[in-house]
């Protein structure tokens, strides 16, 4: 079975401070992460995934197989960045279709 | 851009009525998805869609859900005779194929269902 932890609900943190919003997942296989990022009256929309190892806003994460954590971070928060994010795991199946596993999410609140 | 468009934006039924969400998927999409959110609560899988087929299906989508594309546009969603627990967001999504790894699942606005 796969599981997307994310322990805070709520993050609030000063604008110019460093971020970080904590994932940690639970599969046997070897997993395919994402962070998506829900803005206010927006839809889900996909911010990044480990195996680009991009940087999207200034953020980034890194896939850490050993304490199974897939932490994102940015140094300094933005107001713009104020937004729910959930962390994913993704897998595709033989039969042609992909499945997301999400996290309960966590709402980051960016004070000015 | 394209965008999944979805409608009705909120949708209100009563309890055991059958509602019927939409969800007009990006053009050249193969595979559909529906997931819902309860409000307060994490966005969960319940079905995906190829080929005419339904590929899979989480416990939550029992027998009073179905899936069907009627029309080669449109994605559908109905719920046969709604409970209480059905209200929640329900989001559409695709993508072009059926690998995580280089396909991202582009997702609708969502119908918000309140079921009264």
């Known amino acids: 079975a796969q599981r997307v932890t994310q322990p805070e609900k709520l993050l609030s943190v000063f604008k110019g401070a460093p971020v970080e919003l904590k994932c940690n997942y639970s599969y046997s296989g070897s997993p395919e992460l994402f962070w998506y990022v829900q803005y206010s009256r927006q839809r889900l929309q996909l911010l990044l995934r480990h195996i680009s190892r991009e940087s999207i806003k200034g953020f980034t994460a890194d896939l850490n197989k050993g304490e199974t954590s897939f932490h994102l971070k940015k140094p300094f928060a933005q107001e713009e960045d104020s937004a729910m994010y959930y962390c994913a795991l993704g897998r595709s199946f033989s039969g042609g279709y992909q499945k997301v596993t999400f996290g309960t999410g966590t709402k980051l609140q960016v004070i000015p | 851009e394209p965008e999944v468009t979805q409608t009705p934006s909120h949708q209100v039924t009563q309890m055991g009525q059958e509602v019927i969400l939409r969800c007009v998927p990006i053009?050249?999409?193969?595979?559909f998805y529906w997931y819902r959110q309860i409000l307060g609560q994490k966005v969960e899988f319940l079905v995906s869609?190829?080929?005419?087929?339904?590929?899979?299906k989480s416990e939550i989508f029992d027998d009073q859900f179905s899936v069907e594309r009627p029309d080669g546009s449109n994605f559908t969603l109905k719920i046969r005779s709604t409970k209480l627990e059905d209200s929640a967001m329900y989001f559409c999504?695709?993508?072009?194929?059926?690998?995580?790894?280089?396909?991202?699942?582009?997702f609708g606005p969502g119908t918000r269902l309140t079921v009264l």
């Open positions: 053009s050249n999409h193969l595979y």
């Open positions: 869609f190829y080929n005419n087929e339904i590929s899979e």
């Open positions: 999504a695709s993508t072009t194929s059926g690998t995580v790894l280089t396909d991202t699942q582009y």
